[in-house]
């Protein structure tokens, strides 16, 4: 099956989409990660910093990811007039 240009477009902007939202779950999974125990020296709530700042704000993250997504997505839907019900 070939593709015509509209959805080829549309494909290209799913991936660009996908890929930087894949970009900023690396950053905050595995970066943040590394870095979160440098933060360990300073105790909040009875948690190291790090592993708080890591544990409750990497969570919010990837909730943010989620929403970013659904909405880029809806938005892409709209703009190339594909309907995403069958």
Known sequence: ???DERQRAYWRSNLRLTFTLLGVWFG???VGGYFASALNTVSFLGFPLGFYLFAQGALL???AIIVIYVLAMNR???RYRFNSRH
């Open 28 to 30: 905050v999974t595995f």
């Open 76 to 78: 892409l839907d709209r």
């Open 1 to 3: 099956m070939e593709l």
């Open 61 to 63: 993250v990837y909730l």
